[in-house]
């Protein structure tokens, strides 16, 4: 993973890690674990990545991607979770993450068009990507026709991203835009409530990023909203290797958090699993 | 009928599915389908089937052996095509499957009952693994014993994921009193269809609910089958022979 602070670290306490920063940016590597990271500052952020304990065993790359900016008031994440079943997923993963990321930080129009322009662009560089990446000659004649036929239909991934922005000097109110395509969790709670419901029923399975075709299964959707000033807000993120949050309302411990990370009740983690949750 | 369960336990290496097949190679096989013999036209469904497994194993550019496969032809006697079962990398590794050669009589209660002990030697190891499914191919009636006794104990057999499947593929141009004549329209047969033929209904009586995660994952390939359809296909064109073994290999994956 790449971090970077700009002004200060705090202190890596023992069961957890925590930093108070100002400015702060964490993108995952997906040939590693990160535990549960705490920063503090403006936002107060947490977050984890894990591979499915297959991946961890044969030193393989995880599918999930997950990125976060914290720049004084404002906060840009991106969380992807590559398909399985497409060629590569990790490949897509990481391609539209960092795609995402890279606009979320650079675009001022924060629209459903303006994104679906950024999707599509972004097939053309993961296109010659995904097509450059060879099979070993070792590979079995009928592995090697289905890999070819999936190489053909692209590298597929689910993503949410996000930016944040509290009220500041410039702002009188803060203001929360939110992406996504796909069935990786977003819960969003204001004053303790949980208000994910204003999100609507549109978490689908079918719906995701191709790197041959950009948006497929429908277009992305999005969700844009004011924010009031002095009231408490938590979002969550999480990829679907985390469904055993589904039925927690409540803030979850660092420490549990960490052990469904570990998931040492299944001998790890049985799919990747990425988490982020994000206060102000 | 057995109550439709749960079914949704993905197919994973730690936790891989088992199908067992059961392929009639009696001399009726020998018969055309669409100017190809019926064993030839089976042969090709079950070998696309494996490559469907194929496809739904890869993670980046390995095969994880999610599935477990045994193939039982059977005649007067019962053959295991691949010693025993073999887990798909295997198989992909093989290149393809053993020949089907047409032999004489359909002693299908003989492959049911070597069904019946393979699973009660695997059940203990599956609880947390996706119910196992007995695909069942056949163009006749049954020789021998009656399959059904044996087929019925199968049902009854569980993991917690839900009951033992068993599916049923019948070659015939006599099952239906309306031919498909759209495959990919068809709503399949359900309880109340009445079939023709009397090896077919007792057939129908082998035949467990297609469950919901099953119909799903067959509605995202273009087929319409309703909820509550049986896992049991009529065998009119080589379409349906495929759809059939499609259904086999519909375990949910991730």
Known sequence: MKRSYARSIASLGIGRREAQVASYYYESKQTGEEPLTRITDSFTCRYAYGRAAESVMLSERGQDYLALRVNEDVCHFVLCDGVGLSYRGDVASRLLGQGLMNWLETNEEFTSSSLERRLMELTHEAEREVNALSLSSETPQLLREVLEEKQRKGSEAMYICGRIELPSGFRRKGRIWLAWQGDSRVRLWRQHKEITSLLGDRFHTAERWSSRQGPIGGSPHVFSSKLESDIGYRLQVYSDGLLDLDSMKDPVPDEQVQVLMNARHTGGLEDDASFLEIIW | M??????????????????????????????????????????????????QMVFRSTKGNRLTPRYRIAILAYSDDVYDLLNGIKGIDEIAAIGSLPDLTPKRFSDSAKAFLQAEKILQSEIPNMQDCPAPLVCHMTDGVATGDDPEPIARRIMSMSVPDGNVLVENIFISDHLMSQPVSEPRRWKGILPDTSLEDEHARKLKMMSSVLPESYREMLVEADYQLSPGALMMLPGTCSELVSIGFQMSAATPVR
Request: charged share 20%.
């Open chain 2, 2 to 51: 057995l109550l439709t369960m749960n079914y949704t336990i993905q197919a994973s290496q730690r936790t891989p599915a088992l199908i067992i097949y059961l392929i009639d190679i009696s001399a009726s096989m020998n018969m055309l389908m669409e100017n190809r013999r019926r064993i030839d036209v089976v042969y090709e469904a079950l070998s696309l089937a494996i490559r």
